[in-house]
């Protein structure tokens, strides 16, 4: 029997280090990130991503473990980094980046559909930036469907257009093609089509695009979704700003994942996105506020 998992997460994985030695170290990278979300909130889930053979990726991999996330997919590069991200507040065209092997992750590593299965994909556009992890990633998208279930995809425009900017938006249009659910940004938004676009309007550009859901956080903290032709605004809460902007998407893919409704879900996805922390290497636990 094939393996089979509620939620498969593919694309990029990292350990951020803060300049500042005394504040926690964070699991870093998106597909890792949204994935360690996912087990949090109950769901069985695999990774597939690529860490290095060093001290960096034996953190990050006893932290995904420890929250429940399966690491069978996820193969360790004898010889090779893992990814390090530092000064990862502010601008992303700011922040430093060690790169490792993350974005080194092939199509041909990616388990084949009859024998890794997942009612979820969900995709790190991050993980378009080069290849051949951009060919890994979009193989993933195109074989959500084989793999008996859906396809998601976490735009990440603003990392992508740092890393690359004249690929960005050519890469991202067969990506969004393919998937079926959408998570983005305000600032993702912004790169992609401009800063004085409303909300509503850049989810439906979006939605044009092919997906049918979409998930922007705004940068108030409160989310705007396109279901089909349906358009939710969701205030924000009154804590502020989350402290991690992928707990969001995270808990609105799991939330429809489990049969709520489109707006259901963005309200839980409010809420746990207010309570959850920075996914943290140091402590364990399944508690909604840590990852």
Known sequence: MPAAFDW?????????????????????????????????RGLTTALVAKTGDDAAGRIVRAALARVGVDLHFAPVASGQRTTVLRDTRGPAGLRRLERGCDLLLRLDEVAPPSFLRARLTVVS??????????????????????????AALQLDAELLWSANARMARRVLEPALASAHRVGLTAADAAV??????????????????GPTLVYLAAADGGVELLDGDRHHTLPPRRHGIPADR??????????????????????????????????????????????
């Open 192 to 209: 992609l089509i401009g800063p004085r676009t409303t909300a509503p309007q850049v989810a439906a550009t979006i939605g044009r695009l």
């Open 246 to 291: 992928l707990a969001g998407p995270a808990a609105f893919f799991a939330g429809v994942l489990v049969g709520l409704t489109p707006r259901k879900a963005g309200q839980a996805a409010l809420e746990y996105a207010h309570l959850a922390l920075r996914p943290s290497p140091r402590k364990a636990g399944r508690r909604p506020a840590r990852v």
């Open 125 to 150: 556009g991050y993980s378009l930036s080069i290849e051949p992890a951009r060919s890994a990633a979009l193989g993933a998208l195109a074989a959500a469907a084989s793999r008996g279930g859906r």
């Open 8 to 40: 498969l997460g593919v694309g990029d994985v990292a350990l951020e280090r803060p300049q500042d030695r005394s504040a926690t170290r964070a699991l870093g990278g998106t597909a890792a990130r949204l994935t360690a979300h996912a087990a949090v």
